[in-house]
């Protein structure tokens, strides 16, 4: 007896290449979580390498799906949901458990206005016009989560380096926390770099210049951390001064 063609069986199959870029979001993932263990367990170096490997899939994963054109709306939602969690949920509750445990209510109040910020940053982000105007093409609006993470859990760095009690203080960990999910969910341009092309001549010292950067990683990692938070946060103005200058320019050529 033969089978229709209508009633046969149709049988799917994925490449590898379509896999790779949710494999390092899922991979990050798991990282953002093992974060959160290492928090209960008070190893709080740990928590900042985690969180640190998270932030490499991160950027490796839209950049592969990208490279390979595999992007899907399964990926976007998958990374989304990845980053509320390791960049949004997982700080907030690190700080929590290093700093605000017992500090009251206002404190926990602090801690989830941080991971409200950052899912509401991405609803945002997910919902933006996919085809803005080609001066906001190179801009963010607000802090992305995984900036947003790092900076932070910058109190824990300090007090690794200096070992300096005050940056415990619950007072000032819930005033970061709500000054970082504020910059989040802030309208303010924030450096995209995805169409930086750097000139020929450059390459060399650009690579001389990110050697130094893990040689740096590897022997002084938390002065690192802070160096790298420092010059991102400076960034911030600077950023805000060039989209204004470039939409200026944009307004004046459609005059």
Known sequence: MTTSPSKKRSFRSVSIYWLLPNILTIAGFVSGLTALRFA??????????????????????????????????????????SDLVVFGVVPALCLYVWALQ???????????????????????????LTD????????FTGIPAPAAGFIVLLP???????????????????????????????????????????????????????GLLVAAVVTEPWFTYMAVVTAYVVSLPLSLLRFLRERQKHEKDIC
């Open 40 to 81: 209960m367990d008070e190893r709080w170096a740990g928590v900042i390498v985690l969180i640190s490997v998270a932030a490499v899939f991160d950027a490796l994963d839209g950049r592969t799906a990208r490279r390979f054109q595999t992007s899907s709306a399964f990926g976007a939602a998958l990374d989304s949901l």
């Open 102 to 128: 017992g500090a009251g209510t206002i404190a926990w109040w602090a801690t989830l206005f941080y991971a409200v910020s950052i899912a509401l940053r991405l609803a945002r982000f997910d919902s933006e």
């Open 132 to 139: 803005p105007p080609d001066y906001a093409k190179s801009y």
């Open 156 to 210: 824990i760095v300090i007090d690794l380096q200096f070992n300096i009690a005050i940056v415990q203080d619950e007072k000032w960990v819930s005033t970061w926390l709500v000054l970082v999910g504020a910059g989040a969910v802030s309208s303010l341009p924030t450096f995209a770099g995805k169409r930086m092309k750097l000139p020929v001549a450059s390459v060399l010292p650009v690579l001389a210049v990110i």
